[in-house]
C-alpha cells in the first residue's frame, strides 16, 4: 500500500523543520567576507612544533604530521604543547569537534604560562564547550593576566555551523596592541592593550595548547550535565596548524624578535597586525550581535565592581 501524508502529517513535518530551522546548532547565516588571515601564515608539521602533553595513545599523529586525533575516554583525556613559549604571535588549528551527545566534554586551543608562573599566570582561551543536546558547541573565549581562575574575562558565542561535521579554523592573534579571537577568520572578540591598564593584559611568554578533557564539574549549565562515557570514546581532530610568534628563548639572539619595536622578521608584531581593518570590525560587530550571549561586561552580579576595560 502507497504511503499517503494527510494534513497531520505535513503538519507535523512543518514543525519539525520548523524546530529544526531554529534550533542552536542549526542557525543558517549569510556570513560576512574577511580577509582570511590563515591564508597570511604557512601551517607547520604538528610534531614539529607541538609535543605530546599527556595523554599517550590518546594522542595519535597522522597524515604525515600533518593532522592529530586527541581522545576522551573513561582512561584519559589527550592534549599537546608547543615546544617554545612565545611572547606574542598567530596560532591557529582547524578543529572537526566529537559528534553526538558531548555535554561535560571540552577541546581547548589555547595559550598559558601556568607551568612557570601558578599564581600570577597570563592565558588566552578558545574553549569549545560540549553540550546536552546534539552537536551543540558552544564557543568560550577567555583572557588572564597576572592572576588566578577568578580573573578571568569570559566572553560566550553560539557558532553559526555544525562544528562535528569538518573542520572550521579556531585563531589567535597576539601581540603588543590587542589579542583578536577568530572563528573560520571573522573576529569575534578584539582584547585591547591599553596602557591605561597593562596589568590586564597577558605579557609573559606563554605555551600553545591543543587539549581535550572532562569538564563535568563545570562546563555544561554549571555542572549540571557530566559526561556520558556511554558515548565514548570522544574524538577532536586538528589540523591545518600555525604558529608565527616570537619565540621566547635565551639561545636566540634578541634581535630576532621584539617585544617593542617591530622588525621585518616578526611582523605579528608589526602595523599590519595593530588594529581591525573596517572590515574585519564590521564582521565582529556582525559576530557579535548575532551569536554572543554572555560577556563579563554585563555580568554585575559576578564583578561588584566591573574590570577597568569594561567601564
Not at 71 to 99: E, R, T
Not at 161 to 178: E, G, K, R
Not at 242 to 269: F, H, M, Q, R, Y
Amino acid at each position: 500500500m502507497a504511503f499517503r501524508p494527510d494534513k497531520l502529517f505535513l503538519s507535523g513535518l512543518l514543525f519539525f523543520c520548523m524546530a529544526i530551522a531554529v534550533s542552536s546548532h542549526s542557525r543558517q547565516f549569510t556570513t560576512p567576507n574577511v580577509s582570511r588571515l590563515t591564508d597570511f601564515f604557512p601551517r607547520v608539521p604538528i610534531d614539529h612544533v607541538y609535543s605530546k602533553y599527556y595523554g599517550g595513545s590518546n594522542v595519535q599523529l597522522i597524515s604525515n604530521g600533518s593532522m592529530a586525533t586527541l581522545v576522551l575516554d573513561k582512561s584519559s583525556g589527550a592534549g599537546l604543547v608547543s615546544q617554545n613559549k612565545y611572547y606574542y604571535g598567530f596560532f591557529s588549528a582547524a578543529i572537526k569537534l566529537p559528534s553526538g551527545l558531548s555535554s561535560g566534554v571540552v577541546v581547548a586551543f589555547y595559550l598559558s604560562n601556568a607551568d612557570t608562573y601558578p599564581h600570577n599566570h597570563d592565558e588566552i582561551d578558545i574553549e569549545l564547550l560540549g553540550h546536552d543536546k546534539r552537536n551543540d558547541w558552544v564557543l568560550q573565549t577567555n583572557v588572564y593576566a597576572n592572576g588566578s581562575v577568578s580573573t578571568g574575562r569570559e566572553e560566550k558565542f553560539y557558532l553559526w555551523f555544525d562544528p562535528t561535521v569538518q573542520h572550521h579554523h579556531y585563531s589567535i592573534l597576539w601581540n603588543n596592541y590587542h589579542t583578536v579571537f577568530l572563528v573560520d577568520n571573522i573576529p569575534v572578540r578584539e582584547f585591547t592593550h591599553n596602557s591605561a591598564y597593562p596589568y590586564v593584559y597577558p605579557s609573559k611568554p606563554m605555551s600553545v595548547y591543543a587539549t581535550i578533557w572532562d569538564a563535568s564539574e563545570w562546563a555544561t549549565h554549571g555542572g549540571k550535565y557530566p559526561v556520558n562515557y556511554k558515548y565514548a570514546p570522544f574524538v577532536a581532530s586538528f589540523a591545518q596548524m600555525e604558529v608565527n610568534g616570537c619565540i621566547s628563548n635565551p639561545t636566540v639572539p634578541a634581535s630576532s624578535c621584539s617585544k617593542v619595536n617591530p622588525s621585518s622578521l616578526d611582523p605579528v608584531n608589526g602595523q599590519d597586525f595593530a588594529k581591525l581593518s573596517q572590515q574585519q570590525v564590521t564582521a565582529m560587530d556582525w559576530a557579535r550581535r548575532k551569536l554572543m550571549f554572555y560577556s563579563y561586561c554585563n555580568d554585575k552580579p559576578r564583578f561588584k565592581v566591573l574590570p577597568p576595560e569594561c567601564r
